[in-house]
């Protein structure tokens, strides 16, 4: 069998490090026994991924893969929640309920190409998020179906608006072999508040994202360590009367505004 030219130096370098820490540690049989354990009950949990998540590695490949130039919007990982297949919605686009508890929030922008910053007309976005207490709808028996989930086109300008609520920060689920890890090595599950984003335009390279809101309690210490500068948001408050009037609302709400920044496909 031929030997691939890329697996072979990663595997050297893997085992390597796998020697030194062994060494290092000095590492003893149960010990050693305990980890493959570990590993077993990863795959049988199925948490490879959460594992990959929690160390970082996720947004390493995730940065490898989809590089990041210029004024391109920065990438990041998709996360165990997407569910393809949202309602497909026209504006006025809501992401949640008429009665959505939390605080509502608008965000505008638009879908632009790459350095010429044209819009892009028609562009597909694609987004969820948890509610106002950092679930998601199907860990969540008051939310219906495909709660806080929407897809969406950019309108003949590339701009979009949206309603939604203030999503909450959450914890990773914490109840299996990752949070027995986590919790061994000191560690918190908590990730900032965030909405997902896919934005998708023909001739364009998909982007998968994440928005950040500044002034989160865990902006700066997310347990799968994805935040990147480029995509935390502030959100304005409103609460003046004469602005509730104007949005038709009985209590304070927020606004946000975020451009999507697409890559061309190379021909
Ligand atoms: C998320 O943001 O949905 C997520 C990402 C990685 C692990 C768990 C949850
Ligand atoms: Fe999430």
Redesign the pocket.
């Known amino acids: 069998m031929e030997a691939s030219d890329r697996l072979v130096p990663i595997v050297d370098d893997l085992v390597r490090a796998l020697h030194r820490a062994v060494a290092d540690h000095q590492v003893t049989e149960p010990e050693w026994r305990q980890a493959l354990a570990f590993l077993t009950e990863l795959g049988t949990a199925d948490e490879w991924v959460?594992l990959s998540?929690v160390l970082g590695i996720?947004v390493a490949v995730d940065n490898n893969t989809y590089h990041q130039e210029g004024d391109e919007t920065p990438s990041n990982?998709q996360?165990?929640?997407y569910r393809p297949g949202a309602p497909l919605v026209s504006p006025p686009v809501t992401l949640g309920r008429d009665d959505e508890p939390g605080d509502p929030c608008f965000v505008a922008g638009s879908v632009l190409a790459a350095g010429d910053h044209r819009p892009l007309a028609g562009a597909l976005l694609d987004i969820w998020q948890t509610n106002h207490v950092g679930l998601y709808d199907h860990e969540d028996a008051s939310q219906p179906e495909w709660n806080l989930r929407r897809r969406f086109h950019a309108g003949e300008g590339g701009g979009y608006e949206l309603r939604t609520v203030v999503p909450g920060p959450y914890e990773?689920?914490k109840h299996g072999p990752v949070g027995r890890l986590l919790a061994a090595v000191g560690r918190h599950a908590w990730?900032p508040a965030?909405f997902?984003v896919k934005v998708s335009a023909d001739g364009f390279q998909p982007l998968t994202t994440?928005i950040y809101f500044e002034g989160d309690p865990w902006l700066h210490d997310d347990t799968?360590s994805s935040v990147k500068p480029g995509l935390v948001i502030p959100l304005a408050k409103h609460d003046r009367p004469d602005r509730l009037r104007a949005r038709g609302l009985d209590r304070r709400f927020y606004t946000g505004a975020f451009d999507f920044v697409l890559k061309a496909t190379r021909r």
């Open positions: 959460l998540d996720s990982v996360g165990p929640f990773i689920p990730r965030h997902h994440m799968i």
